[in-house]
């Protein structure tokens, strides 16, 4: 055997046994639950009246495991919808073109249609509740099964059956490649000529070049202040973000990441690019890495926050494959705002809060953001 095989050889060794160790000792400190686990599959083995097999016990006890914990971002993922996470991974995913998440009544719903997808062109709406899709009944589905139906092969279509004041109304949309869009729209506002007005409309891995061409372009232009708008914007890329906030955050941190051990890992920025008047347009639509962009530019008193409070999500998970194609996503750290603030369920508050009506004829909290932002280029 020659010295490179015997090497290998010894480190796989080493790894197995590290690996058997870390199993037994998780066995032996947790001797009387493992035991019951494992009572209770001799049981229905050996008394159960009707048939059983031992692949759907094995899911079952996982499922109830991760139910057990009380987290609805923690779940079993089975093998078809795990193949979406995959397909997400390789940038090849075709979906409708919504952002969406778990409302406190475990009602899937719409924070945002990606501006000119198929679902905004359907008519569906930031808001909408999804009750059905394909006619299946979203009641018993978790968020990552109703997002895994939603998603498909290229030039498939999906039925979709959303809740909209009360009402139900069935749309029927055309998947698309996810991923390409553009995320960032800027101009000069016609009425208001020193005033830049720039909408982030999700994070993607092109929303920090994105954002610094369109900045770029306003800048040439002239402006005196900013209104970054963050309505409606789901989340995305966290680095993305990360990126945009390091562009008006002076020196400090941008978020605090806290593991379940307890190690704290910060974004920090450096230095401002640009130091301007900023106001930043936030509601309950906006969540995940646009609430980041939002307390990072808020606590560091790079910007004044209009609108309503945001929506609350605050929480990291990671994914973890099991041997037979099946996978666990759990909850493994959290963010903390700059000043140490925790967000998850509560959302940020704006600093001048300004409700937008259903039936409003003009957008009353752009005009609010315009009239703060005059007043603080003054």
Same mark, same amino acid.
């Given at each position: 055997?020659?010295?490179?095989?015997?090497?290998?050889?010894?480190?796989?060794?080493?790894?197995?046994?590290?690996?058997?160790?870390?199993?037994?000792?998780?066995?032996?400190?947790?001797?009387?639950?493992?035991?019951?686990?494992?009572?209770?599959?001799?049981?229905?083995?050996?008394?159960?009246?009707?048939?059983?097999?031992?692949?759907?016990?094995?899911?079952?006890?996982?499922?109830?495991?991760?139910?057990?914990?009380?987290?609805?971002?923690?779940?079993?993922?089975?093998?078809?919808?795990?193949?979406?996470?995959?397909?997400?991974?390789?940038? @090849?995913?075709? #979906?409708?073109? /919504?952002?969406? +998440?778990?409302?406190?009544?475990?009602?899937? *719903?719409?924070?945002? =249609? $990606?501006?000119?997808?198929?679902?905004?062109?359907?008519?569906?709406?930031?808001?909408?509740?999804?009750?059905?899709?394909?006619?299946?009944?979203?009641?018993?589905?978790?968020?990552?099964?109703?997002?895994?139906?939603?998603?498909?092969?290229?030039?498939?279509?999906?039925?979709?059956?959303?809740?909209?004041?009360?009402?139900?109304?069935?749309?029927?949309?055309?998947?698309?490649?996810?991923?390409?869009?553009?995320?960032?729209?800027?101009?000069?506002?016609?009425?208001?000529?020193?005033?830049?007005?720039?909408?982030?409309?999700?994070?993607?891995?092109?929303?920090?070049?994105?954002?610094?061409?369109?900045?770029?372009?306003?800048?040439?232009?002239?402006?005196?202040?900013?209104?970054?708008?963050?309505? @409606?914007?789901? #989340?995305?890329? /966290?680095?993305? +973000?990360?990126?945009?906030?390091?562009?008006? *955050?002076?020196?400090? =941190? $941008?978020?605090?990441?806290?593991?379940?051990?307890?190690?704290?890992?910060?974004?920090?920025?450096?230095?401002?690019?640009?130091?301007?008047?900023?106001?930043?347009?936030?509601?309950?639509?906006?969540?995940?890495?646009?609430?980041?962009?939002?307390?990072?530019?808020?606590?560091?008193?790079?910007?004044?926050?209009?609108?309503?409070?945001?929506?609350?999500?605050?929480?990291?998970?990671?994914?973890?494959?099991?041997?037979?194609?099946?996978?666990?996503?759990?909850?493994?750290?959290?963010?903390?705002?700059?000043?140490?603030?925790?967000?998850?369920?509560?959302?940020?508050?704006?600093?001048?809060?300004?409700?937008?009506?259903?039936?409003?004829?003009?957008?009353?909290?752009?005009?609010?953001?315009?009239?703060?932002?005059?007043?603080?280029?003054?």
């Amino acid at each position: 055997m020659n010295k490179a095989w015997k090497m290998l050889r010894d480190v796989v060794l080493t790894i197995c046994c590290l690996t058997t160790l870390c199993v037994g000792l998780v066995v032996v400190t947790n001797f009387e639950h493992v035991q019951k686990i494992v009572r209770t599959v001799a049981l229905i083995d050996q008394k159960y009246l009707w048939e059983s097999d031992t692949e759907t016990l094995a899911d079952g006890a996982v499922k109830g495991m991760l139910d057990s914990l009380g987290d609805k971002y923690t779940t079993y993922i089975d093998e078809e919808t795990i193949g979406g996470f995959m397909e997400q991974v390789s940038g @090849d995913v075709y #979906g409708i073109g /919504v952002y969406t +998440a778990e409302d406190e009544n475990g009602n899937i *719903v719409i924070l945002s =249609p $990606i501006p000119e997808s198929p679902a905004e062109v359907a008519g569906i709406e930031a808001g909408d509740i999804i009750r059905a899709i394909d006619g299946e009944r979203t009641d018993t589905m978790t968020l990552d099964d109703a997002v895994s139906r939603m998603r498909g092969r290229q030039d498939t279509s999906v039925e979709i059956t959303v809740e909209r004041n009360g009402v139900e109304q069935t749309y029927t949309v055309k998947r698309f490649k996810l991923g390409n869009t553009v995320t960032v729209a800027g101009t000069i506002l016609e009425e208001n000529p020193d005033i830049a007005y720039l909408r982030i409309s999700e994070f993607s891995v092109q929303t920090g070049t994105q954002f610094a061409e369109q900045i770029n372009e306003l800048i040439q232009q002239g402006f005196k202040g900013i209104i970054l708008d963050l309505r @409606d914007n789901g #989340g995305g890329e /966290v680095n993305a +973000a990360v990126e945009v906030a390091r562009v008006f *955050v002076p020196s400090g =941190p $941008i978020v605090h990441v806290v593991s379940g051990d307890g190690s704290v890992d910060t974004k920090n920025a450096t230095e401002a690019q640009l130091e301007v008047p900023m106001v930043v347009l936030v509601n309950g639509n906006t969540a995940s890495a646009s609430e980041i962009l939002a307390a990072a530019l808020k606590d560091s008193g790079a910007a004044t926050l209009v609108g309503t409070q945001t929506f609350g999500k605050a929480l990291v998970q990671g994914v973890y494959m099991y041997s037979d194609g099946t996978a666990m996503k759990i909850t493994e750290a959290k963010y903390l705002t700059p000043k140490q603030n925790d967000i998850n369920g509560v959302g940020i508050y704006p600093d001048v809060k300004v409700e937008l009506p259903a039936d409003a004829v003009t957008d009353i909290q752009l005009e609010k953001a315009i009239d703060v932002l005059e007043e603080k280029m003054q």
